[in-house]
């Protein structure tokens, strides 16, 4: 990011939260960019020492049914670990669910801890498919309606932050689906010709980064991370199969992984996508 760039994002930002959300924001822009400047190899090193040839690979895809990703998590992993890798973590954040609904991404920032929020909880992928599947129109939605309200309290720095911003999200978001509904679901590889550099330029991002993030609970069960709307438009299209980068396994998940392989155990387990060597 350019010099001139960053500092007027700094003032909008310090204009509409003041010094501690600015503090805040730098925080976390410094975070972000030391993991660009890092890469993957450090997580890399430590997890083979530990897991051996079962460790963590950060941009390995497996394939799996879009409808068996059943939650959403929130607050996402990306928040507090490295996007250019992927992590081993233990605790309750696979099972801590809630009832409660979801309108979009950022409304994570409630939850002081983590929670798992049910698809049909996700106001963002009901509108979708009323749109979609029964034709209602989008300013007709609950979540265009919940768009347009809360507009003037989301930052200019997120989406859908003014009502002209709404329509060309929901715009480009119709786009997406219609290409896919006519072209197929394409892997990253296919749409980006070349790995991209980081704005550190340390290292090349290979296309994998970007296809959509699952985390996988202590059962194998697969939370969503992030990719929301590549995953909402499968869902409603009915799509068999989609690739995904796993971001995080549950301790417990990556133990059954290595019982599994040590023992070439043909329990049903086996048929898990994360399993099949």
Known sequence: MQVPSLLKRALTVYREGGGKKLA???????????????GDRPYRLIHKRKYGKHAPDSYQLIHIDPEKIDYLLSRRFMTSYSPYASHI???DWDINTTQERLMYVGEWEKWQKRVLIPFEKYEFYKSAKSHFDQGIQWKDTKI??????????RPSTLNYSSESDIQEGLKQFDNLYHAIQKEGYQMQSELQATARETDSGIFAVPPEHDEVWINIGRDGSFILEEGRHRVVISKILGLESIPVRIFVRHKKWQQTRQNCFYTKSESANQAHPDLIK
């Open 24 to 38: 805040k924001h730098s925080w976390s822009y410094i975070k972000n960019n030391s993991y660009k400047i890092i």
């Open 89 to 91: 973590v233990g605790g």
């Open 144 to 153: 265009y309606k919940w768009f347009v309200i809360t507009a003037d309290r």
